[in-house]
């Protein structure tokens, strides 16, 4: 192995405990820049498939050319290994005491089976419309009542008080739902309004000939 400077081999003990907190989609890696062709002095998981002695990354490798003791840390980027796997990652640069770069900690984690979960959870939330009002019941009777009910929370005053015309709008309402279709629903109804079942007939003959239904 290859000898590790004094300043990253004080993180070990912290790679460990990090790593094993963060399960096996997680890799904490270690570099020495001290031999920047064999840098990586230090491993906790396996996500890249690495050994001790492997190279300096490019991304690490063309930021030190470019930056040098001035590398800022790149936190929490995405990379794809070459099989395939998407990576979320943070590589941070250790400094001596006179502050030149001397390595860098890279946290690796696998998050392909997030994105595939991901994918699922999308796939079975997506939906083609807007939310639909919709009653679940054991009972004809219940439901109806639901149906009804929520009509009429619509109006102002209770069913029995309102005016004609009050109660054609929640008959032509009912009727567009389809609540007549249900045997016994004109009792029903006519009960919730307080007037007669023929009084419900003649209703429903005056709206659906004003919305040229009969």
């Known amino acids: 192995m290859n000898e590790i ?12 405990a990090v790593q094993a907190t963060m399960g096996p989609h997680c890799e904490m890696v270690l570099h020495d820049f001290a031999n920047p062709e064999r840098s990586l002095v230090y ?33 929490n980027y995405t990379t794809t290994t070459q099989t395939g796997k998407t990576l979320r990652c943070s590589t941070i640069f250790v400094r001596d005491a006179d502050g030149k770069v001397v390595g860098c900690l890279c946290i690796n984690i696998d998050i392909t089976p997030m994105i595939a979960w991901k994918h699922f959870v999308d796939a079975n939330l997506s939906v083609n419309s807007a939310p639909m009002d919709e009653n679940f019941s054991n009972d004809v009777f219940d439901a109806l009542n639901n149906i009804i009910k929520n009509t ?16 054609l709008d929640i008959v032509s309402h009912l009727d567009e739902k389809g609540v007549f279709l249900v045997k ?3 009792e029903q109804v006519a ?3 307080g007037v007669s079942r023929y009084s419900i007939y003649n209703y429903l003959d005056e709206v659906r000939s004003l919305r040229g239904t009969k």
Request: proline share 6%.
């Open 5 to 16: 400077h004094e300043e990253l081999k004080k993180l070990i003990p912290y790679i460990d």
């Open 43 to 75: 491993i906790a998981g396996n996500v890249t498939n690495r050994r001790i002695g492997a190279p300096i990354t490019d991304f690490v490798l063309a930021k030190l050319h470019k930056y040098g003791d001035n590398c800022n840390n790149f936190m």
């Open 152 to 167: 009429l929370a619509q109006h102002q005053m209770p069913a029995a008080n309102l005016p004609k015309e009050g109660k």
């Open 184 to 186: 016994g629903a004109v």
């Open 191 to 193: 009960a919730t309004l």
